[in-house]
């Protein structure tokens, strides 16, 4: 940890895990649609159900959908917000298995009716999990940059992203594979210790195969 | 990267004749990679924000709950008017731990430190402190590096979240990287420091986490006020030479084990101690 996960973030409270967390999980799942949502289904799971109200992990949740930071001071009111930007919501309890106690899951949809189904935890201090993005295991920070590239299942896509970024001169910190079964639907994740240039995401668009391509910068760093 | 131990901090202070605050300031250069400015200039914001966030305490505000808000303007309504029993500076850190605490069950902008649960009371000591001493915001940040030096030690080796160590992992620790800070401020070297983080520790050990309905509220906010009265009681006893017996890696030890000693219900599940009292068993959401 660092020293500033020791001292920080500033935060609106009352709960590094139940607020500031579950805004980054909105926050995030915001990024990997790609723009505010205008519908979102929300279950939340355990510790997130039991005491979720009282620590205004709704309005956290709604609040990160909505672009905002652990620190914005607009969370309180993150309702009225999101009836302002147009966003619809639901709230629904429910029990997962094998999810760690402050898990959201957020089925989120954009004005063109894409829709994105994103898994997340909150473990502590802020700090947060992606466990799934549209029932396929993942797991990210979003603490460093990170590409995901959604794919077929087939060679070569983990060549090109590999290619593209060292041809930018971007070191990648940690790599991941999942994929739902052989010759389906594959992520391939990176974590890099730089930011992912606009070219790099739109070499990767163009490759066959290729389905999407999500860039997440890291948070700006004072 | 980060230290494990303060023996190890101290060793550095000792070979490379630097203070405290120097040791970790350098160690975060190489940690995150940033200049000497980057790394003041995000440990300013934090200062800046704490003391934004306590000019901005509303006493009409009410948490969700209603548990929570109000008792900061009754204490400083007191400590303003009455001949109160601890005097008007530690009013003022009283004063200020409450309201920084009810301002983060109200939803308000806080800093973590460690914990939002927590984050009354080094604002509480430090705020009062720079008043009453003519301190610059610079010295300030230098015994913040001081706290969350101490505090990362503490993450290392023990825990600061209740749901893992109980209370004593979260007021205890804020408690015992205030009494360092303050140690540092009125001129204490490492040693000092250390002995004002073990003294501090020591006196919270034990401590469970049972909030109320599972809230950080009742009895949150008024645990940072004993967090930060604890702090300048350990770091005054520090400075007058008095030596915690017990090394402070060996008391963070054994927080530590008494923390994974400590029943499931008193780890913030909200079942066990004040929360399953009849009278905390009437909140329910």
Known sequence: MNIFEILGPVMVGPSSSHTAGAVRIGNITRKILGETPVWAEILLHGSFAATGSGHGTDRALLAGLLGMEPDDGRIPRSEEEARAAGLAWKFIPGQLRDAHPNTAVLTVR???????????????????MVNQIDGIRVDFTGEKPTLIVQNEDKPGVLAAITYALSAQDVNIATLQLYRNQKGGYAFTIAETDSDISEEVLSQLREMKGVLQVIRIASEEEG | MGFHSL???????????????????????????????????????????MQEAAREYDPRLKSASGLSGSDGGLAAAYYASKDSLCGSFMGEVVTTAIQMAESNACMRRIVAAPTAGSCGVLPAVLIPCRKRFGLSDRQICEALYVAAGLGQVIASRAFI??????????????????????????????????????????????????????????????????????????????????????????????????????????????????AATPKGQTVRL
Not at chain 2, 174 to 200: F, N, Q, T, V, W
């Open chain 1, 110 to 128: 954009a004005a063109d009716g894409r829709t994105v189904k994103v898994q997340a935890s909150s473990l502590g201090g802020g700090r947060i």
């Open chain 2, 7 to 49: 023996e190890q901090i101290c060793g550095l202070c000792r070979e490379q004749k630097k203070s405290f605050y120097q040791v970790i300031l350098e160690d975060d250069m190489k940690e995150r990679d940033v200049t000497q400015e980057a790394s003041h200039r995000k440990m300013n914001q934090m200062w800046q924000a």
């Open chain 2, 161 to 274: 979240a209740g749901a893992t160590g109980g209370c004593q992992a979260e007021i205890g620790s804020a408690s015992a990287m205030a009494a360092g800070a303050l140690a540092y401020l009125r001129g204490g070297g490492a040693e000092a420091i250390c002995d004002a983080c073990a003294i501090a520790l020591k006196a919270l050990m034990g401590l469970v986490c049972d909030p109320v309905a599972g809230l950080v509220e009742v009895p949150c906010v008024k645990r940072n006020v004993i967090g930060a009265v604890n702090a300048m009681t350990a770091a005054d006893q520090a400075l007058a030479g008095i030596h915690s017996f017990i090394p402070a890696d060996q008391v963070i030890d054994a927080m530590r084990e008494v923390g994974e000693k400590m029943d499931a219900s008193l780890r913030e599940t909200g079942l066990g101690g004040l």
